[in-house]
């Protein structure tokens, strides 16, 4: 079994693969206050579950790949793998790691792991050019050309900061929930607060990756737009531009690096 683990700014998620397919799957806050020791006891916790594992720590486990845009959690991880997981080779997604995707960016190092490791898992899943819409803390768009190359992207607020940014700054608003409503046009506050929500994302990952696919490709129409993350379902059915659904994106990408980087017998 191999262990997948995607630490976002806001959630992370847990991938458990037997070969090329993933058998469970969680998803946690992240704290960034958590130690090595909580977080042991975290996974044991949810690994404890499964009945393809044994009952102690690691039981089960024969590798672990690890990606993070939380660099103290990345920290705190690396010490659970040298401490619980000794035996068990494991990577962690850092500068040397290799991925097979050129990054074609002014600073390399400034770009974030989780979105290398989608734009791989991406070409090998539906190859080039594609865009990579990733809904999480951020709404993220990731280029890759026709040759796996990771060429920019674009960094927009996410739908969850946007709410939150609402309820706080607007003296008549409060935090809503994040649902699709009856119709654009709200007939009350919460109503109208969705609609702006749902459709306005959907306006815009239309309209960015629009203006992406005709910088990315001679067609756009040959442009492959993937949507991941764990917001993506709320503006699936209202986004034109979407052609496939893959929650598991990172967790894929993840078991490709791992599989690059760890030699087999």
Not at 52 to 62: P, T
Request: aromatic share 4%; hydrophobic share 45%.
């Amino acid at each position: 079994m191999l262990l997948t683990i995607d630490v976002g700014n806001t959630h992370t998620v847990l991938g458990l693969f037997d070969g090329e397919d993933i058998v469970e799957h969680w998803r946690i806050s992240t704290d960034a206050r958590r130690t090595a020791d909580e977080l042991a006891v975290l996974l044991n916790g949810l690994m404890g579950m499964h009945p393809l594992l044994g009952e102690e720590l690691g039981d089960g486990i024969e590798g672990i790949a690890i990606c993070s845009t939380v660099p103290s959690v990345l920290h705190e991880l690396r010490e659970v793998t040298r401490r619980y997981y000794g035996d068990v080779p494991a990577v962690l997604v850092e500068p040397g790691i290799k991925t097979g995707v050129p990054i074609l960016m002014d600073h390399p190092k400034e770009v974030g792991a989780d979105r290398i490791i989608n734009a791989l898992a991406a070409v090998e899943l539906y190859e080039g050019p594609c865009v990579v819409v990733d809904f999480g803390t951020a709404t993220t768009f990731d280029a890759v050309s026709a040759r796996g190359e990771y060429v920019g992207g674009v960094i927009a607020p996410g739908i969850e900061i946007s709410v939150e940014a609402l309820g706080v700054k607007g003296a008549q608003l409060r935090k809503i929930e994040l649902a699709r409503p009856r119709s654009v046009i709200g007939k009350n506050t919460v109503e109208a607060m969705q609609s702006g929500i749902i459709y306005g994302f959907a306006g815009q990952v239309d309209g960015v990756v629009t203006r992406m696919a005709r910088e990315l490709a001679d067609d756009p129409d040959d442009v492959t737009v993937i949507a991941t993350g764990g917001l993506a379902p709320l503006v699936l059915g209202e986004a034109s531009v979407i052609d496939e659904h893959e929650p598991w994106l990172t967790l894929i990408g993840l078991r490709l690096v791992y599989e690059r980087n760890v030699s087999r017998t």
